[in-house]
């Protein structure tokens, strides 16, 4: 169980520190993986003394942080917040605006042509709101 919260503890500062200062929804993909992988080993036998999924639990902060950036599923987020049984119980606001703002920052570093493409402005658009709402929560739950 130690190993698993230490596994999942580091993969977490790692996504969060400071050096990263770009995340793709690419590399957030494959980042998914190797938790899956993580996963799948905390599921692949039993260990004496813990229930079956007992394990599992040390990635629960990442697994559901992950979904909600790989499903981008900030409506359900943000309508559930503070709801003891919402999806997404575990993401703290300040972690999600944390990633967020690394995926903002490549967007607009990347590629120097996304101010001209629409599709590119509407990501940035929906990424800056998301931003601004994640900020209204965390001022309105920490003052």
Same mark, same amino acid.
Do not use: H, K
């Given at each position: 169980m130690s190993a698993c919260k230490h596994?999942?503890?580091?993969?977490?500062?790692?996504?969060?520190?400071?050096?990263v200062r770009q995340l793709t929804l690419g590399a957030l993909q494959q980042f998914n993986l190797?938790?899956?992988?993580?996963?799948?080993? #905390?599921?692949?036998?039993?260990?004496?003394?813990?229930?079956?999924?007992?394990?599992?639990? #040390?990635?629960?902060?990442?697994?559901?942080?992950?979904?909600?950036?790989?499903?981008?599923d900030w409506?359900?987020?943000? #309508?559930?917040?503070?709801?003891?049984?919402?999806k997404y119980l575990r993401v703290n606001?300040?972690? #999600?605006?944390?990633?967020l703002e690394k995926m903002k920052d490549t967007s607009r570093k990347n590629n120097m042509f996304a101010q001209f493409r629409k599709n590119e402005r509407d990501k940035q658009k929906l990424i800056d709101t998301v931003a601004k709402q994640l900020r209204g929560l965390i001022s309105s739950h920490h003052s």
């Open positions: 596994l999942a503890t580091s993969l977490m500062q790692l996504l969060l520190e400071a050096e190797d938790v899956r992988e993580c996963e799948q080993f #905390a599921r692949s036998g039993p260990v004496p003394g813990f229930q079956e999924d007992t394990l599992q639990l #040390a990635f629960i902060d990442l697994r559901q942080l992950l979904d909600l950036f790989i499903q981008w409506s359900t987020y943000l #309508a559930d917040y503070g709801q003891p049984n919402c606001p300040v972690t #999600a605006l944390t990633l």
